[in-house]
């Protein structure tokens, strides 16, 4: 397909190529054989394997914190913060400024327990006497301050962000004043479990075809996701179009999938059975993009200058939409489902009410796709002027955030759930550029798919969005690992230009491709090819 435009870290120490390791009778190779125990002796309290600990602790002849860190921390968890105060003073390695952060922090608790006790006198003296001469945040005090004239205790707690004596505010302030106080002194909370989860978190991201609900993570081995739960095989391949296949959307339910084609038809497709649910016909010319109401009620197909309201389901025309004086590229809906945003190429982006009515309209650059968050706080559009533009959406009003310029015709967008991160499509050089628009940095590329006359576009694919996948004109379908940028797949099957690939929000992974071979093909597990396509169900 063819859009019209009418207008022309530094590496470890080593020796001998390997890392150097300490064979001292106190090192486990890098790991100091006290700090072990202690962390051992941590987890078993925290398990509540006391006895167990306490035995550990004898035949080790360590001990998990000295006795002044043991008292500190119960002075904190009882409100003695007077001995608190006096123990703190006495750990070593804490920085001077350190040491008044700490103490504001302790103060600042001492204060919020006196105004929960309705001791306001009391409180205000510490606030003047105890606080502020601290020196510490302003900004802060006067918060505190403020405190002071809240109508009741739940006020105050509502305001202060905080949940009273009684609830774990006093855990947290040990945890706040981790920040401050030496690891090797006072260890952090569940510090060993924090490593492990650590070490998961290191092995996840160095697992290429990752799958948070199939992932299986166990302390006996290290973590790799089977290759075979990837959806690489086709399953079914759909055929009803008599031309060209330019755009698929599944709906958010995942039960169904539209395809828009040149041959002027939609198809909605029944994900259970393969068949086609309805046809819809009628259109001048062929269509281009389609996309699904977010409860799955309506459906819009932009068909040349104009966008077409259906009810997809039972195949009935409910409105048709005419402002446009140039090329429909693209529409997305806001979640009221009562509102959408439609882009062309005359340089317009119109708000729609579904009764007809335009509730605003803005000028841009002549676009070519647009995606909009779940929320509808973020629009992100790409132009033919080679830019992202990046907006925010205040009820009905765009507020312009930025552009990022690319170097090159940008073919197809897509955005992260979040609406941090956007997948373009650029044509010169043939690659996907993934863009932080926080930063507005080029954070990956993906290369490999071909890509040089034609609207090719991609999508962010799996659980965690971890995948890219691209159609291309060699009549292939790329997949990588959006983090290592490494090409995973090259999936092979059809015989024109695949232009769309459209992954299935819900249910076990899979996805559809729309191809110049006039089909669909739906792809999944090798095992449900195996088992036929009759046990795929959405």
Same mark, same amino acid.
């Given at each position: 397909?063819?859009?019209?435009?009418? @207008?022309?870290?530094? %590496?470890?120490?080593?020796?001998?190529?390997?890392?150097? /390791?300490?064979? $001292?009778?106190?090192?486990?190779? #890098?790991?100091?054989?006290?700090?072990?125990?202690?962390?051992?002796?941590?987890?078993?309290?925290?398990?509540?394997?006391?006895? %167990?600990?306490?035995? +550990?602790?004898?035949?080790?002849?360590?001990?998990?914190?000295?006795?002044?860190?043991?008292?500190?921390?119960?002075?904190?968890?009882?409100?003695?913060?007077?001995?608190?105060?006096?123990?703190?003073?006495?750990?070593?390695?804490?920085?001077?400024?350190?040491?008044?952060?700490?103490?504001?922090?302790?103060?600042?608790?001492?204060?919020?327990?006196?105004?929960?006790?309705?001791?306001?006198?009391?409180?205000?003296?510490?606030? *003047?006497?105890?606080?502020?001469?601290?020196?510490?945040?302003?900004?802060?005090?006067?918060?505190?301050?403020? &405190?002071?004239?809240?109508?009741?205790?739940?006020?105050?707690? %509502?305001?202060?962000?905080?949940?009273?004596?009684?609830?774990?505010?006093?855990?947290?302030?040990?945890?706040?004043?981790?920040?401050?106080?030496?690891?090797?002194?006072?260890?952090?909370?569940?510090?060993?479990?924090? +490593?492990?989860?650590? %070490?998961?978190?290191?092995?996840?991201?160095?697992?290429?075809?990752?799958?948070?609900?199939?992932?299986?993570?166990?302390?006996?081995?290290? #973590?790799?996701?089977?290759?075979?739960?990837?959806?690489?095989?086709? /399953?079914?391949?759909?055929?009803?179009?008599?031309?060209?296949?330019? @755009?698929?959307?599944?709906?958010?339910?995942?039960? =169904?999938?539209?395809?828009?084609?040149?041959?002027?038809?939609?198809?909605?497709?029944?994900?259970?059975?393969?068949?086609?649910?309805?046809?819809?016909?009628?259109?001048?010319?062929?269509?281009?993009?389609?996309?699904?109401?977010?409860?799955?009620?309506? +459906?819009?197909?932009?068909?040349?200058?104009?966008? !077409?309201?259906?009810?997809?389901?039972?195949?009935?025309?409910?409105?048709?939409?005419?402002?446009?004086?140039?090329?429909?590229?693209?529409?997305?809906? &806001?979640?009221?489902?009562? @509102?959408?945003?439609?882009?062309?190429?005359?340089?317009?982006?119109?708000?729609?009410?579904?009764?007809?009515?335009?509730?605003?309209?803005?000028?841009?650059?002549?676009?070519?796709?647009?995606?909009?968050?779940?929320?509808?706080? *973020?629009? /992100?559009?790409?132009?033919?002027?080679?830019?992202?533009?990046?907006?925010?959406?205040?009820?009905?009003?765009?507020?312009?955030?930025?552009?990022?310029?690319? @170097?090159?015709?940008?073919?197809?967008?897509?955005?992260?759930?979040?609406?941090? =991160?956007?997948?373009?499509? !650029?044509?010169?050089?043939?690659?996907? #550029?993934?863009?932080?628009?926080?930063?507005?940095?080029?954070?990956?590329?993906?290369?490999?798919?071909?890509?040089?006359?034609?609207?090719?576009?991609?999508?962010?694919?799996?659980?965690?969005?971890?995948?890219?996948?691209?159609?291309?004109?060699?009549?292939?379908? =790329?997949?990588?690992?959006?983090?290592?940028?490494?090409?995973?797949?090259?999936?092979?099957?059809?015989?024109?230009?695949?232009?769309?690939?459209?992954?299935?929000?819900?249910? $076990?992974?899979?996805?559809?491709?729309?191809?110049?071979?006039?089909?669909?093909?739906?792809?999944?597990?090798?095992?449900?090819?195996?088992?036929?396509?009759?046990?795929?169900?959405?």
């Amino acid at each position: 397909m063819q859009i019209k435009d009418n @207008h022309t870290a530094p %590496a470890a120490s080593q020796s001998n190529g390997k890392a150097s /390791v300490d064979n $001292s009778p106190d090192m486990l190779g #890098h790991v100091k054989k006290e700090e072990l125990v202690r962390l051992i002796l941590q987890s078993l309290n925290d398990l509540g394997y006391r006895d %167990a600990a306490g035995t +550990l602790q004898k035949d080790s002849g360590i001990a998990l914190e000295s006795d002044t860190v043991s008292r500190f921390r119960q002075g904190i968890l009882s409100g003695d913060w007077r001995l608190a105060e006096s123990l703190l003073a006495t750990l070593p390695g804490i920085q001077t400024n350190d040491l008044l952060q700490a103490q504001f922090l302790i103060r600042q608790q001492k204060f919020l327990e006196l105004l929960e006790a309705q001791k306001t006198m009391k409180a205000l003296h510490v606030l *003047r006497n105890e606080l502020t001469p601290l020196g510490q945040s302003v900004e802060r005090l006067h918060q505190l301050s403020s &405190l002071i004239f809240c109508s009741s205790v739940e006020d105050i707690k %509502a305001q202060a962000q905080w949940d009273g004596a009684e609830g774990t505010s006093r855990q947290q302030l040990l945890v706040d004043l981790q920040n401050y106080i030496p690891p090797s002194i006072m260890i952090p909370n569940e510090r060993l479990l924090t +490593l492990i989860n650590q %070490a998961y978190e290191w092995q996840r991201r160095g697992c290429l075809y990752h799958s948070s609900s199939t992932a299986d993570f166990s302390l006996f081995a290290d #973590h790799v996701c089977d290759k075979s739960r990837f959806p690489s095989s086709t /399953v079914r391949v759909l055929e009803g179009h008599t031309d060209e296949v330019w @755009h698929l959307s599944f709906s958010n339910s995942g039960r =169904y999938l539209t395809s828009v084609s040149k041959d002027k038809t939609c198809i909605v497709w029944d994900m259970n059975t393969f068949d086609q649910k309805q046809v819809l016909t009628g259109q001048d010319e062929g269509a281009s993009y389609c996309a699904w109401s977010p409860d799955d009620s309506k +459906l819009l197909v932009c068909v040349d200058t104009s966008l !077409v309201l259906w009810d997809p389901l039972n195949g009935t025309l409910l409105r048709t939409y005419n402002e446009h004086k140039d090329q429909v590229t693209s529409c997305v809906w &806001l979640p009221d489902g009562e @509102h959408f945003i439609s882009g062309a190429c005359d340089t317009s982006l119109f708000l729609w009410n579904i009764d007809g009515r335009i509730q605003n309209r803005w000028p841009t650059n002549r676009t070519v796709d647009m995606k909009i968050t779940p929320d509808g706080r *973020r629009l /992100v559009t790409i132009s033919f002027d080679k830019c992202i533009g990046i907006y925010d959406l205040d009820g009905f009003k765009l507020i312009d955030i930025g552009k990022i310029a690319e @170097h090159e015709m940008i073919t197809s967008l897509s955005i992260t759930r979040d609406g941090r =991160y956007a997948l373009t499509n !650029v044509q010169d050089s043939q690659e996907l #550029h993934l863009w932080d628009l926080e930063e507005h940095q080029l954070v990956r590329k993906y290369s490999g798919q071909k890509q040089k006359s034609f609207v090719i576009r991609s999508t962010l694919g799996g659980d965690d969005e971890s995948f890219v996948l691209s159609g291309s004109e060699d009549n292939c379908l =790329y997949v990588w690992s959006r983090e290592h940028q490494t090409l995973l797949e090259v999936l092979e099957g059809h015989t024109g230009t695949v232009n769309c690939v459209s992954w299935c929000p819900v249910g $076990s992974p899979r996805f559809a491709s729309a191809s110049d071979d006039k089909t669909i093909r739906i792809w999944g597990q090798p095992c449900e090819a195996e088992n036929g396509p009759d046990k795929i169900i959405v």
